[in-house]
């Protein structure tokens, strides 16, 4: 399980972007990086077009994977966007969370666009320290 994930501000403003842009229907990508700071941010298509569900486009995604894979990356996390709630790991999530990785969660609140990282495993979700780096 990890504990924190670093991230730079590159990184979030990247996610921050993707996910206002997709708006009101929820936004995905993939986190790639070593150990538990994040190199790279691979946005994918959210097939189901939904601004409750996201299921990430499967050739977009294998073509990620392959990406993370040739320049020797991990994958880290998982990032999507709730634009109506909740600010944690839905049940959906936790049902549907097949990678051992940090899952990031974006939601709005009064202030804007914020994000929670998760750990999700048998059947829970752990909080996670979203940690920026320069």
Known sequence: MKQRLLLSRNHWQE?????????PLEACGL?????????NVIPIRNQAQSPTRFVMEPYEQLRA????DSNGLD?????HSHPTGPETASA????????EVVH???FRNQNGWNA????????SATEVVLQIVE
């Open 92 to 99: 959906t999530d936790i049902a549907d969370a097949t990678y």
């Open 75 to 79: 994958l880290l996390g998982i990032f």
């Open 116 to 123: 929670r990282g998760f750990w999700i495993e048998n059947g």
């Open 31 to 39: 986190l790639a990086g070593k150990e538990d700071r994040v190199e």
């Open 15 to 23: 996610m921050l972007e993707c996910v206002d842009r997709h708006a």
């Open 65 to 68: 994977f392959a990406w993370i």
């Open 104 to 106: 990031l969660i974006w």
